[in-house]
């Protein structure tokens, strides 16, 4: 098995099953984020890749499925009945599903800072007017507006993946994702973009988001050092949050799902972000009973839900409600049945752009995000210049 480092649970996983199959022991191999996705192009390419391999699902997988590289997987041999549909729905390509969820949910997030809102006289904002609302009177209290790490990029996709989604409706980049280049020039894309633009000159990301980096924490420490009152960012950040300032979580942190655009199309309940991380089957396994035993017996069993949540996080498994009520800690209870509830109810969770679509476009739709963001390119010229990079 293939992986990235910070996998502990999964880890975790493993070391039970090797304990219970001696003579069957899983090897498991730990990779780096930035170095993994190009491994495991080689691996495959070169006919070395590993029995199962983590991914995002989305497009990058589904590379893996049309080159007859990956084994579909039924419900008699992994329980796939136990998973959310709308999680399982990034590995399901032709109606066949091609992984199984290895982590917990990451719907992308609104938190707030509330002593910083309630000083600058800030209701959390539930739609879009209230949102420039909130940043107009932050601004005018000297701090950030909102927290967010620019130079990373990734962090400004999810600004646009949200405002597409709220004003033209998750459809818009099925659309994209499903059939092609000329979906990019969609009337929402441009007004997604002339949006975020408007964020940016309102003030919203203050003067300095173009040189911060996620990585560092910077933009994470804005918000629980009440230097900046809102940051949007997927629920790990909830665990950063809780290593780096614990009291500020208990007293100060606030969360919403992302404002609605009352005069757009889309439902207001949809989310995105990560539904999960998967791990999926080499079609070309040998080991292809025992790694079905490791998928159905030990991914995703009571020890490892109990796990997922004592870190904060929400598995991605039906009929969790009893479980998420014997939580002892009031803010991590609080925090868990908030991240359950908001995927349970979305109608769509949309997974994140860069990993939806094709390995070979992510690149082009970083750059022409940050485009967008700096201001470089017209609000229509973002989805005319990704309808290009998608020929």
Do not use: C
């Not at 359950?340 to 390995?359: C, H, I, M, R």
Request: glycine fraction near 8%.
């Amino acid at each position: 098995m293939w992986a990235l480092t910070d996998q502990t649970i999964l880890k975790e996983s493993v070391d039970a099953y090797n304990e219970d199959h001696p003579d069957k022991k899983i090897t498991l191999r730990l990779f780096a984020n930035d170095d993994y996705k190009q491994k495991l192009r080689v691996a495959f390419g070169a006919n070395q890749a590993p029995d199962l391999f983590f991914n995002w699902g989305g497009g990058a997988l589904n590379d893996y499925v049309e080159a007859g590289k990956v084994e579909p997987l039924t419900d008699r041999q992994v329980n796939l009945l136990r998973f959310m549909p709308s999680v399982l729905r990034s590995a399901e390509f032709s109606g066949r599903t091609y992984g199984v969820p290895a982590n917990g949910l990451a719907p992308v997030v609104l938190y707030y800072n509330k002593k910083v809102l309630k000083e600058a006289g800030v209701e959390p904002p539930k739609t879009y007017d209230g949102l420039l609302s909130a940043v107009k009177k932050l601004k005018g209290k000297g701090v950030t507006p909102i927290s967010l790490a620019a130079n990373s990029k990734w962090p400004t996709m999810m600004y646009l993946e949200y405002l597409l989604d709220r004003q033209g409706g998750d459809e818009v980049f099925q659309k994209i994702a499903a059939s092609g280049p000329e979906n990019w020039k969609s009337p929402a894309v441009t007004k997604a973009n002339a949006r975020l633009q408007e964020l940016v000159k309102a003030g919203a990301f203050g003067d300095n988001a173009s040189s911060v980096g996620y990585d560092q924490g910077a933009s994470t420490a804005l918000l629980y050092t009440d230097k900046a009152g809102m940051e949007l960012m997927g629920t790990w950040e909830y665990a950063n949050l809780v290593k780096a300032a614990p009291d500020f979580v208990k007293q100060d942190l606030g969360y919403i799902a992302f404002p609605a655009i009352p005069s757009g199309a889309g439902d207001p309940k949809n989310v995105v972000g990560n539904p999960s991380n998967f791990l999926s089957l080499n079609a070309d396994s040998r080991n292809k009973t025992d790694a079905l035993d490791y998928l159905k017996n030990y991914v995703m069993n009571e020890e490892q839900i109990d796990s997922y949540l004592s870190a904060g996080s929400v598995p991605p498994v039906n009929k969790l409600k009893s479980k998420l009520a014997q939580t002892k800690s009031g803010a991590d209870k609080q925090w868990l049945t908030f991240v359950y509830g908001l995927v349970e109810e979305a109608p769509n969770f949309q997974l994140s752009w860069d990993q939806d679509l094709p390995s070979s476009q992510a690149d082009a739709l970083l750059t022409n995000v940050d485009k967008s963001f700096l201001g470089e390119i017209k609000p229509e010229q973002f989805g005319e210049n990704m309808s290009e990079a998608s020929k």
